[in-house]
């Protein structure tokens, strides 16, 4: 230690003498400044969005629906919007639909927790009904920054109005799955939606190529694929 170094100490142990004395017991340090361009946590921007009333949604829910999971999930689901379930629990897929959806997400080999998942708009549209384009245009932002801030390394758009949405396209979903395509460079697979497939139990084909597009995710992600034994 040189002479310069050891200038500071006499004072410094003074300062925090007489901070003791001021009955002082504990002293907090900032965390290094942000980085320029760094992405925003997910707490960070739960609060940015607060009790939300940007658009006219937010007359007609019961409870904001953020999303949940991993925040450093590998794979992320994207759906259109809360439902009743989900405007209630304030929970995202948690109704009938959700339960198809967590089936999905084990036979892909994960657990709930291990994933993330979102939707477009975080407030349920009245009836379950469509949002509509300036109701995707105002709760965008802030799916937007989810993304960037658990940075997946896989989309999984469930449904036309979650893909549409990521994808700029009015195509349909039958010409939309079965193939990635990218939203800012991350691979996105469009597949339907739960909801969709319990409309239409009877016809087994939309679970099989439901399940044709997960497995096609899980090799992009360099899992084992599961034999179709295992399908939801």
Known sequence: MNEHSENWIDPALAYLRYQVALGVREVRLAGPPAREGAAPDLVSIRADLGECTRCRLHKTRTTIVFGEGNPRARLMFI???????????????????????????????FQRSDVYIGNVVKCRPPQNRNPKSDEIETCF?????????IAPDVIVALGRVAASTLLETNAPMGKLRGKFQSWKGIPVMPTYHPS??????????????????????????????PDSGNKP
């Open 141 to 149: 932002p802030f799916l937007e920054a989810q993304v960037q801030a």
């Open 79 to 109: 759906g259109e919007g809360p439902g009743r379930d989900e405007d209630l629990q304030g929970r995202p897929f948690v109704g009938r639909a959700g339960r198809l959806l967590t089936r999905m997400i084990e036979a892909m080999t």
């Open 196 to 225: 969709f497939l319990l409309r239409n139990e009877g016809d087994r084909r939309w679970k099989a190529d439901a399940w044709a597009d997960l497995k096609m995710v899980m090799a992009e992600l360099g899992l084992q694929v």
